[in-house]
Structure formats: structure tokens, C-alpha cells
């Protein structure tokens, strides 16, 4: 029977550090950390996390901003506001809430963002500097899963990785994550040959597909660490992309579906501002 990773443990845990280096920053510099999201229009799942993200940057003591548009807000206003958040000294990471309405690009958006206050992660320079082994700014899902790994105890150096999903979110940056962290990576996707048998050999499964419950106790590997990013809503319950009962049995270590992956992008987040905070502040030095 595997050991349950809690996501919301850890992210707990987390914040209680991160918390005290808020403070210690703002000690030294006379401000706090100041964390901006932009969320347009009525999307209720996105105005349930931007709310959650503010509640959890009061916590911690930093500066919270976030700045609602209605649906029919032009590309030029958006833009507009995002280039007034790069400029202002007291913000020093900018989040703008996606999935956007459909007359926004958010190609255009990502390319608009400061890359030094781009705490989601996304921009091109931020996703090169990853790809490249540059310190950049790491998108926040896929953190959180490396921290959940290593939470556990288990090596990942020499390790046979698997990744299901290619999604530039959370599966190309969890694979570089991973073979940063000397991980031997396969990285599968919709389009993939033999997923049952590659999955079985992974020592660790990271499950980010968005189909629920895809991965059965046949997909696991004897005493793997399964990983699982999926959330998908069935009959109004959340379910991950792993079949948790089936898998359970299987695994040594498994994340459930909520309260696993989910509490830590947020904390991950908050600790992308901070980091953007101190290096702002070396910047101006």
C-alpha cells in the first residue's frame, strides 16, 4: 500500500519558511514582495484560484493586487495594463489568469510580460532559460511536483522518469525538471506507441494528460512514485488522470486527487515573487 504524498501538508510547510523570509525581505528593503493578476471575464474556476492566490499572499505577508476586466476587454486595453504592471516598481511578479475568452491571444500576452516578473513561468525567455539550464523563473505546477519527489525521500538521479503530456505548463517543464535533476526522462503523449508498458517501467510516473482515471494499476510500476496532475470534474467530484485505488496498491508513494499537486502550485507562486522580488531588488543595487 503506498504512502499518501499531501500536497497540502507540504505546501503548509513551505509557507511557514516562506512566510519568514517575506518578512526578512521586507526587513531589509522597507517593502514587501508584490504579486499582480490580472483575471478577464466571469470564468468561475478561475475566480476561485485567483482567490485563493490572493487570500494566500496576505498570509504570507506580501502585496496582493489582482484587477478584474470584463469579458469584452480589447487585446490593446489588456496589454495596456500589462504594460503598466512591468513598469511599476512596487509589483514584482505579474500573473494573468488563462484560459482568456476567445477574441485574446494569449501568445500576445506572454510575449508582453516582463520575463523577470513572469512568476507562471511562461514567457519564451523563461522556458528557453529552463531548457538551457539558466536560472529563469519555473513555472509553478511543475515545481511543485519536483518538491513532492523529493519530498519522498526517493533519488531521482538514475531514475527512469515517465511523463504523460507535452503541455508547455506542466509536461515539457516537469521533463526538464526532472533531467535536471539527473532523471533518465521519457516524456509520452496522445500520439505515443506501447504507453502501458513504458508507463510500467517508470520508477517515477508523472500523470499529466487530462483524462480521468486513464492510468490504471496496470500502467504502475511495483513501488513507483506516481505523480498526478490531472483534474478533471465527473459527477461533480475531482478526479486525477490515475485510477488512485488501483494505482495504490501498486505504488510506494502516490499524490491524491485534490490535495496533492494543487496546493503546491499555489505556494510555488508565491515563492516565484518572492525570488522575482530579490533579484529586482540586486538589480537595482
Given at each position: 500500500?503506498?504512502?499518501?504524498v499531501?500536497?497540502?501538508?507540504?505546501?503548509?510547510?513551505i509557507?511557514?519558511?516562506?512566510?519568514e523570509?517575506?518578512?526578512?525581505?521586507?526587513?531589509?528593503?522597507?517593502y514587501?514582495?508584490g504579486?499582480?493578476v490580472?483575471?478577464?471575464g466571469?470564468?468561475p474556476?478561475?475566480?476561485?484560484?485567483?482567490?485563493?492566490?490572493?487570500?494566500?499572499c496576505?498570509?504570507?505577508?506580501?502585496?496582493?493586487?489582482?484587477?478584474?476586466?470584463?469579458?469584452?476587454t480589447?487585446?490593446?486595453?489588456?496589454?495596456a495594463?500589462v504594460?503598466?504592471?512591468?513598469?511599476?516598481?512596487?509589483?514584482?511578479?505579474?500573473?494573468?489568469?488563462?484560459?482568456?475568452?476567445?477574441?485574446?491571444?494569449?501568445?500576445?500576452?506572454?510575449?508582453?510580460?516582463?520575463?523577470?516578473?513572469?512568476?507562471d513561468?511562461l514567457t519564451?525567455?523563461?522556458?528557453?532559460?529552463l531548457a538551457s539550464?539558466?536560472p529563469?523563473?519555473?513555472?509553478?505546477?511543475?515545481?511543485?511536483?519536483?518538491?513532492?519527489i523529493?519530498?519522498?525521500?526517493?533519488q531521482?538521479?538514475?531514475?527512469?522518469?515517465?511523463?504523460?503530456?507535452?503541455?508547455n505548463?506542466?509536461?515539457?517543464?516537469?521533463a526538464?525538471l526532472l533531467?535536471?535533476?539527473?532523471?533518465?526522462?521519457?516524456m509520452?503523449?496522445?500520439?505515443t506507441?506501447?504507453?502501458k508498458?513504458?508507463?510500467?517501467?517508470?520508477?517515477?510516473?508523472?500523470?499529466?494528460?487530462?483524462?480521468?482515471?486513464?492510468?490504471?494499476?496496470e500502467?504502475?510500476k511495483?513501488?513507483?512514485?506516481?505523480?498526478?496532475?490531472?483534474?478533471s470534474?465527473?459527477?461533480?467530484k475531482?478526479?486525477?488522470?490515475v485510477?488512485?485505488?488501483?494505482?495504490?496498491?501498486?505504488?510506494?508513494f502516490?499524490?491524491?486527487?485534490p490535495?496533492?499537486?494543487?496546493?503546491?502550485?499555489i505556494?510555488?507562486?508565491?515563492?516565484n515573487t518572492?525570488?522575482?522580488?530579490q533579484?529586482q531588488a540586486?538589480?537595482?543595487?
Amino acid at each position: 500500500m503506498a504512502v499518501i504524498v499531501s500536497g497540502k501538508a507540504l505546501a503548509e510547510q513551505i509557507r511557514g519558511q516562506l512566510k519568514e523570509k517575506v518578512a526578512a525581505f521586507e526587513g531589509e528593503h522597507g517593502y514587501a514582495p508584490g504579486l499582480a493578476v490580472i483575471l478577464v471575464g466571469d470564468d468561475p474556476a478561475s475566480h476561485v484560484y485567483v482567490n485563493n492566490k490572493e487570500k494566500a499572499c496576505v498570509a504570507l505577508g506580501m502585496k496582493s493586487e489582482v484587477r478584474c476586466l470584463p469579458r469584452e476587454t480589447t487585446q490593446e486595453e489588456l496589454l495596456a495594463l500589462v504594460d503598466e504592471y512591468n513598469a511599476r516598481e512596487d509589483i514584482h511578479g505579474l500573473l494573468v489568469q488563462f484560459p482568456l475568452p476567445e477574441h485574446l491571444s494569449q501568445k500576445a500576452v506572454l510575449e508582453r510580460i516582463d520575463p523577470r516578473k513572469d512568476v507562471d513561468g511562461l514567457t519564451v525567455a523563461n522556458s528557453g532559460a529552463l531548457a538551457s539550464g539558466l536560472p529563469g523563473l519555473v513555472s509553478c505546477t511543475p515545481r511543485g511536483v519536483i518538491e513532492l519527489i523529493r519530498s519522498t525521500g526517493v533519488q531521482m538521479a538514475g531514475k527512469n522518469a515517465v511523463v504523460v503530456g507535452r503541455s508547455n505548463l506542466v509536461g515539457k517543464p516537469v521533463a526538464m525538471l526532472l533531467l535536471n535533476e539527473n532523471a533518465t526522462v521519457t516524456m509520452c503523449h496522445s500520439k505515443t506507441q506501447n504507453l502501458k508498458e513504458i508507463c510500467a517501467g517508470a520508477d517515477i510516473l508523472v500523470a499529466a494528460l487530462g483524462r480521468p482515471e486513464f492510468l490504471t494499476g496496470e500502467y504502475i510500476k511495483e513501488g513507483a512514485v506516481v505523480i498526478d496532475v490531472g483534474t478533471s470534474r465527473v459527477e461533480g467530484k475531482l478526479k486525477g488522470d490515475v485510477k488512485f485505488d488501483e494505482a495504490e496498491q501498486k505504488a510506494a508513494f502516490i499524490t491524491p486527487v485534490p490535495g496533492g499537486v494543487g496546493p503546491m502550485t499555489i505556494t510555488m507562486l508565491l515563492d516565484n515573487t518572492l525570488l522575482a522580488a530579490q533579484r529586482q531588488a540586486e538589480e537595482r543595487k
